[in-house]
């Protein structure tokens, strides 16, 4: 991949400072970068606050931030409302490891209240954990082992969620080192947004496979929505194969009041939560049909229950307080005005395309854009490997040398702390780079 290097060199004379940080830290850290979900290039920006939706690096620059804590921060940076509540728990409890009352109650009825297919709720820390909860879950309640999974998804980094088709590596490597041998036979692939294919496959191996885990936007991927047909003919086909439906909604619980489910009108078996429940602190959690979920419960089982999963931080008294904060800010008005500032960067980006007669566009649902340069719309894995991936890494380091933050990988995430005149300078900012590289004339 060749950067611009003019773009290569702005970025090094704005941040020299990120940089000398950055090859200090990789001494003692692998890629120089303590978490995460990756990093820039030519190198990180060491970011030393944030506030609302803006964030500030160590040299002195200002970003609008457009990555919200990789998609966690749906209010941004150190929401008043939050920070009090993390506060005032701070000064009765942090973490009590056993039962407490009320944080987890509350945090469990929010969810439950809002998720249409959501009658429990169990906590867990990451959105690895909840998805592995949820597939052990299906394996039980089937007696069936192989999971099924669409092309291009992302659920995580347990040995069987890695397993498949992904941009995250080589896209023809199925599966990466390091896994136990066998691992591969587990899973099945099905492609994304095409209902024939998907029932075909399902059909001819329906009878080994425990659960169809699918994400209604596909994240890693490039915030690749799901169609509304496709969704449902999932929900038709595991029905009646006796297939458990599990949502991956650890991304798309903010798209709307009741998550994506809602939205698309389709209701799982079970649905994986994370990222935004937890208003920026560590949280996650499965939810789903309570003859699901009881198999998690002793009092159903004679103090046996088939599966008593065990996690040291799930429902953690501070990121519960933290949860209670965000969703009760979570409104749906909030959610209709966030989304409508999402549909109006999608609706630029794609008349930029066409008014330029260049093949730019957008793809997303609500606050989760993804932006793609392809001959073909995106709309699945195939598509989605037609992108000029140069082209767009290119976008995003001259939007991070316009001071526009977001993650190198052709994704913009909108909080509730944005408002109209940032998405204003946003698509101005946009359009600039484009001429600035000379992509447009």
């Known amino acids: 991949m060749q950067l611009n290097e003019a773009e290569v060199a702005k970025f090094r004379a704005r941040n020299p400072r990120s940089k000398e940080l950055w090859e200090k830290t990789k001494e003692i850290i ?21 506030k609302g939706c803006w964030i500030w690096d160590v040299d002195g620059n200002r970003y609008l931030d457009m990555r919200i804590g990789d998609w966690v921060l749906i209010h941004g940076h150190c929401d008043d409302d939050i920070r009090d509540a993390v506060m005032h728990q701070m000064e009765r409890s942090v973490q009590i490891g056993g039962p407490e009352w009320d944080l987890g109650y509350r945090l469990a009825k929010l969810l439950v209240d809002r998720m249409p297919s959501v009658d429990k709720v169990r906590f867990f820390v990451s959105g690895t954990d909840a998805n592995m909860c949820a597939v052990r879950v299906s394996r039980i309640a089937t007696g069936r082992m192989k999971i099924a999974k669409t092309e291009g998804s992302y659920h995580g980094t347990a040995d069987v969620l890695l397993i498949g088709s992904t941009i995250l590596r080589d896209p023809t490597q199925w599966e990466p080192p390091g896994l136990l041998t066998g691992t591969d036979k587990e899973v099945v692939e099905i492609p994304f947004n095409d209902p024939d294919g998907a029932e075909a496959i399902l059909e001819r191996h329906g009878a080994d496979i425990a659960a169809v885990l699918v994400e209604p936007v596909q994240g890693a991927a490039g915030m ?22 599990i949502f991956d909604e650890v991304v798309t ?5 009741g998550g994506a489910q809602a939205h698309f ?22 939810g789903g049909r309570a003859d699901l979920m009881d198999l998690m419960e002793p009092d159903a089982h004679d103090g046996q229950p088939p599966f008593n999963p065990m996690a040291t931080f799930g429902g953690n008294q501070i990121a519960m307080a933290a949860g209670i904060a965000c969703l009760e800010k979570l409104t749906p008005q909030e959610h209709d005005r966030v989304n409508a500032l999402g549909i109006k960067i999608m609706k630029g980006i794609d008349e930029i395309g066409r008014r330029y007669e260049i093949p730019v566009h957008s793809t997303g649902l609500g606050h989760l854009i993804g932006l793609h340069w392809a001959p073909e719309r995106v709309v699945d894995f195939r598509t989605r490997l037609l992108d000029d991936r140069e082209k767009v890494v290119n976008i995003m380091m001259a939007l991070v040398n316009e001071d526009i933050y977001q993650t190198y990988t052709g994704m913009f995430l909108l909080s509730t702390a944005i408002g109209e005149p940032e998405v204003d300078h946003f698509m101005t900012t946009f359009e600039k780079c484009l001429h600035t590289l000379g992509y447009v004339s």
């Not at 969704?231 to 029905?239: A, E, G, I, S, Y």
């Open 30 to 50: 692998p890629t120089g970068h303590g978490g995460g979900m990756g990093y820039f290039l030519p190198h990180p920006i060491m970011v030393d606050h944030a």
């Open 224 to 245: 690749i929505e799901a169609t509304g047909e496709y969704l449902q003919r999932l929900r038709d086909v595991t029905t009646k194969l006796g297939i458990i439906l």
């Open 253 to 257: 619980l903010p798209v709307a009041y």
């Open 265 to 286: 009108g389709v209701t799982p078996d079970l649905t994986t939560m994370g990222k935004a429940i937890g208003g920026g602190l560590p949280c996650s959690a499965v």
